[in-house]
Structures are given as C-alpha cells and as structure tokens.
C-alpha cells in the first residue's frame, strides 16, 4: 500500500511540474508603434518685395511764350499795327499785319536792337539786331542779320501782312538770341537786301517787344 501511494504522489506531483512547465504562457509583447513622422519645419516667410517706385510724372512742358507787340506810328506816318511772336521749337514765329500804309509796294522789317521808340522817326531803336555780327541779308539767306524778317507787300487796302518763323531766335529775358527787349520797325521801302541794311528807308512804324 505504501508503494501505491509513493506511485500516485509522484505521478501527481510530475503533472504538476509539467503544468507549472509547460502549461500556457504569456503571448510576446507587441512592438512598439512606430514614432509618428517628424513634421517638417516650416518655411520662414518669404520676404516681402518692396513696392516698385512709382513712375515719375513728366513736368508738364511750359506754354510757348507769346508776346504781343502794337505797332505805332513814326516819322509822320498813319501806320498803326501788330505783331505776336511766340516761341516754337528752335525759333520765334513773328505774324505782323500793319495798315493805313500807302497802297501797293513792298515795306521791309526788322527786329531792332534796342526796345525804344520813343524818337519820333524811330531812330532810338539802333540798327538790326545781329548778335552773331553777320552782314544783312534777304530771310531766304541762313546767315544773316537774326532781326531780318523780309517784307511784307501791301495791298490797295493799304493794309499789309508778315508771317515768318526765324531759326535760332527765342524769347528768353537775357538770351543773347532774344528777341524780348528788342524792336520791330516797318520801313518805308522795299529791303532790297543790298548792304549794310537792306535800303529800305526811313522808319515808318515802331513797336517795342516787351518781355
């Protein structure tokens, strides 16, 4: 009996080491999640470009000068008129009309060197206005008096009309090619463009250009 049961015991006790041994163990641990992306940095702001500078406004150009020149009578004359110049690009238009002047025939102008009339046959004017020191000519001719404007032919209407741009004038205060300060005189005859001025007589008419 005693053997029966030493038999027993251990049969019970090797089922028991076999349980403790073999019996269900833990499953593996799961690896771990992998670690979540690295997020990349964020690109810095880009820097703003600075305005384009605005357009500069063009100056508005200057309104050509104009200048407005009556006309008066000398050396016992009844010749009344009127001259405009205004400035153009690279000179001086010059429109004179005049009347009360003897019918028919040809008259010569000229700007004058001084702007005074006060003498009553216009003597006080000086001569041609010539500051590059030419001899006079015809205005068909380049060089010339700058103050040789031609003639102007009078009708029997005794009225008559000079309408002329002179290359090279201006009418610029101070500008040695100004024709502001000057004079314009209408001669009694024709400018025949002989020298030294033209032949064209005494003075019939005086008006001061003012600038």
Known sequence: MKTSSFAVVLAFGTFGLLTACGGSSEPPAAPPPPPPPVAAAPEPPKAEEPPPPPEKAEAPKPEPRTLEVPIEAKSGSKLKGKATLTETDGGVHVAL???????????????????????????????????????????????????????????????????????????????????????????????????????????????????
């Not at 702007?115 to 216009?122: H, K, L, R, Y």
């Open 97 to 211: 009309s005049v009347e009360g002047v003897a019918p028919g025939g040809d008259h010569g102008a000229h700007v004058h060197e001084k702007g005074d009339c006060s003498a009553p046959d216009g003597a006080s004017a000086g001569g041609h206005f010539n500051p590059a020191g030419n001899e006079h000519a015809l205005p068909t001719t380049a060089k010339r008096h700058l103050g040789d404007l031609g003639n102007l032919t009078v009708g029997k209407d005794g009225k008559g009309t000079i309408d002329i741009t002179i290359p090279g004038a201006n009418l610029k205060a101070g500008d040695p090619n100004s024709f502001a300060g000057k004079a314009i005189i209408v001669h009694a005859k024709k400018d025949d463009g002989g020298q030294p001025v033209g032949n064209a007589g005494d003075r019939l008419g005086c008006g001061v250009i003012k600038g």
